[in-house]
């Protein structure tokens, strides 16, 4: 995958990701109070791995061919996890 590739693919999943916890924040007053702690927590915690992609996704600017598949992975990782927060959030429901 070249970088613009990359770029392209890392902005779109930090929109869907952003729309994704815009709707979870809407929903986070439905959940019950004995889960309302891990929904918060979880969401917190997805707010800061948008930023961090975020931040990833500015490196590839940056980047020297060196650092390249550096930048790749990480970028690829934080998705993953970024994804995998969506799905424990989604699951509360």
Known sequence: ???EDLKREINTTIDNLASKIDEMEAKKNQV???TQNKYTT???T???????LKSKYEDIENASDDKW???QSSLH???SSFKE?????SSVF
């Open 42 to 44: 979880t969401l917190e």
């Open 69 to 71: 598949q550096e930048i």
């Open 77 to 79: 990782s934080a998705k």
């Open 85 to 89: 927060g969506v799905n424990e959030l």
């Open 1 to 3: 995958m070249n970088k």
């Open 46 to 52: 997805m707010k800061a791995k948008k930023e961090e």
């Open 32 to 34: 019950k109070n004995e």
